[in-house]
């Protein structure tokens, strides 16, 4: 089993057909799901599941938490034409639990919980009766979350 950080290849289609719309307000709904490291995610993760997702723990249920979209922009300069996404930190309270990797994933009803990204925390991560928290990168053009340049 292994979790790869990637982008969906999935969501890279859709996202050319229009299912997926990142407007901070007024767009879709997106959650993080947490696993464990017996999971297998990558680049051909088509959608979430409950399969090796850590379990129930405090703040933290199946399906994960809801991501509050931070905006979409464009950037300039050395960044000129590279478009991003940006999310707040989540934090889970309460938790005790083992996380490998992460996934983003779209709840809206076009999509119907559509794979977005994976991520890879390089290790596991724990947190015991405490915060798990996932710092998502600055929003820029060299860092942010999600990037689409030409």
Known sequence: MAITQAIANAFKK?????????????????????????????STTTAYS????????????????????????IGSGTGKGVAIVDFADRSFTGVTLTARGALIYNTSSATTNAAVAVLDF???KTATAGTFTIQFPAFTTAAAILRISG
């Open 50 to 73: 409950a399969s090796n997702e850590v379990g129930d723990s405090g703040q933290y249920s199946a399906g994960g938490g809801a991501l509050v979209n931070g905006g979409t922009s």
């Open 14 to 42: 859709q996202l050319l057909e229009g299912d997926h719309n990142f407007k901070q307000t007024g767009g879709d709904k997106f959650k993080l799901a947490l696993y464990t490291s017996s999971a297998t995610l990558n």
């Open 122 to 124: 390089g290790g596991d």
